[in-house]
């Protein structure tokens, strides 16, 4: 497990990419329920959005949908376990890192914090462009172009069916 730990903060510093993962049904399950845990102690920390466990089962149940579609059209669907592995277990390890900031509850954030969050948020979609770009065998831009789409597409979803984030 901890060769797992270190791979996946390897791929968020961008030292490997997915492929280093092992493959197999186990590690995804371990990273996909590292990832959901992780979701569901956000979700109910500070601010609770209004249906929590639709948010959450739309947060998990799209990738695998989503991962499974761009891979098929790019003919890499063995790819699949291993890139929602690396996609599952660096955004929890990424969502880990601000959940403490969602502790503080006394009102509006200060600006280190705002900061801070919005700094993880931003290399998410790099760690998210790297993984794509060598799941795609594409270019880093693509691999970024992809993690937008995939972002954009999962946020209106989620938007639509549970309510506001």
Known sequence: MSSLFSCLIDIVLL??????????????????T?????????????RTPDHPT????????????????????????????????ALFGTSALLSLITLPFNFDTSGEP??????????????????????WRHALDTSFAAGLAVAMLLFVISFSIISSLAGPL
């Open 54 to 85: 639709a948010i959450l089962v739309l947060a998990a149940a799209l990738p695998l949908v989503l991962v499974w579609l761009v891979l098929r059209l790019r003919r890499r669907a063995n790819r699949w376990e291993q890139t929602l592995s």
């Open 15 to 32: 030292r490997r990419g997915p492929q280093d993962l092992p493959a197999g049904r186990s590690v995804l399950l371990a990273c996909m």
């Open 34 to 46: 590292f990832y959901v845990l992780i979701a569901a102690l956000s979700l109910n920390i500070g």
């Open 110 to 131: 200060s600006a280190p914090v705002i900061i801070i969050s919005l700094l993880v948020f931003f290399w998410s979609f790099v760690v998210d462009g790297h993984i």
